[in-house]
């Protein structure tokens, strides 16, 4: 019986933290260029003592000693729809890559291609941190937009008024590159991971929405809250059980 507990304590936690990846998934459901998270669970056997070595024992403590956990969340990385904005400034990528963007925690990426050009003159997100442009020109080197008209080509380089002015880099991951997404459309990578683009290209005045399905999140939101609720009441029954237990049968001892 306390096992049941324990397994129930287990499945109501895993629900709990899968409960707020869903819910952080909806609240970016209009962030552009977001990237939502799946969750994965595991089975996590509790053994206390030696095994049981009956089939029906075997079969007995795999079922009550057998625990669901949350293993952990992958990005979705599924393109989100591409919408027209005719901005000049604003810019989509076509296939796997992303914008590298220095933060104050370092360099991050991220596929929010909603730039607009800062008091000094340096090509900046939404959030003003600076996008970064060729690493030829070194690891963390911006681009400098003076005023003119804006073109901006598939490959990224970056030309005001027909005069190159520099070239927004465009990066690439191999699959299976553990991805974290830290809010906000930004992602950070493990050092080293980041290669330049091969198979990703940029569209000039569009940007691409969260790949957030509204309906399907709402779904997956409504079944992980009565999937707690029932571990919840679980938990519960033998709670009342434990103290029934206490209160008769221990009393008798």
Same mark, same amino acid.
């Given at each position: 019986?306390?096992?049941?507990?324990?397994?129930?304590?287990?499945?109501?936690?895993?629900?709990?933290?899968?409960?707020?990846?869903?819910?952080?998934?909806?609240?970016?459901?209009?962030?552009?260029?977001?990237?939502?998270?799946?969750?994965?669970?595991?089975?996590?056997?509790?053994?206390?003592?030696?095994?049981?070595?009956?089939?029906?024992?075997?079969?007995?403590?795999?079922?009550?000693?057998?625990?669901?956990?949350?293993?952990?969340?992958?990005?979705?990385?599924?393109?989100?729809?591409?919408?027209?904005?005719?901005?000049?400034?604003?810019?989509?990528?076509?296939?796997?890559?992303?914008?590298?963007?220095?933060?104050?925690?370092?360099?991050?990426?991220?596929?929010?291609?909603?730039?607009?050009?800062?008091?000094?003159?340096?090509?900046?997100?939404?959030?003003?941190?600076?996008?970064?442009?060729?690493?030829?020109?070194?690891?963390?080197?911006?681009?400098?937009?003076?005023?003119?008209?804006? @073109? /901006?080509? $598939?490959?990224? #380089? &970056?030309?005001?008024?027909?005069?190159? %002015?520099?070239?927004? =880099?465009?990066?690439?991951?191999?699959?299976?590159?553990?991805?974290?997404?830290?809010?906000?459309?930004?992602?950070?990578?493990?050092?080293?991971?980041?290669?330049?683009?091969?198979?990703?290209?940029?569209?000039?005045?569009?940007?691409?929405?969260?790949?957030?399905? @509204? /309906?399907? $999140?709402?779904? #997956? &939101?409504?079944?992980?809250?009565?999937? %707690?609720?029932?571990? =919840?009441?679980?938990?519960?029954?033998?709670?009342?059980?434990?103290?029934?237990?206490?209160?008769?049968?221990?009393?008798?001892?």
């Amino acid at each position: 019986m306390d096992s049941g507990f324990y397994a129930s304590c287990a499945g109501l936690r895993a629900q709990s933290q899968a409960l707020e990846v869903a819910a952080h998934n909806l609240a970016n459901l209009n962030t552009t260029g977001f990237r939502g998270q799946q969750t994965t669970f595991q089975s996590l056997m509790a053994v206390s003592g030696p095994a049981v070595q009956s089939v029906l024992g075997n079969v007995l403590n795999s079922a009550t000693n057998n625990f669901g956990v949350l293993e952990g969340t992958h990005m979705d990385m599924t393109a989100g729809s591409m919408e027209a904005t005719g901005n000049p400034l604003d810019v989509a990528i076509e296939g796997a890559g992303f914008f590298a963007v220095q933060t104050a925690g370092g360099t991050r990426y991220t596929r929010n291609g909603s730039f607009h050009v800062s008091s000094s003159g340096v090509l900046v997100t939404a959030a003003g941190d600076p996008v970064l442009g060729d690493p030829a020109l070194g690891a963390k080197s911006v681009i400098n937009v003076p005023a003119g008209a804006v @073109s /901006i080509a $598939s490959d990224g #380089t &970056l030309s005001v008024n027909g005069a190159v %002015a520099g070239s927004i =880099q465009l990066v690439e991951f191999a699959p299976g590159t553990k991805l974290i997404s830290e809010g906000q459309a930004l992602i950070a990578a493990p050092e080293g991971s980041a290669k330049p683009a091969q198979q990703s290209a940029l569209k000039q005045g569009a940007l691409e929405s969260s790949n957030v399905n @509204s /309906i399907g $999140s709402v779904i #997956t &939101l409504i079944g992980v809250q009565r999937q %707690a609720e029932m571990l =919840q009441r679980a938990m519960s029954l033998f709670d009342t059980e434990f103290n029934q237990i206490a209160s008769t049968q221990l009393a008798k001892v």
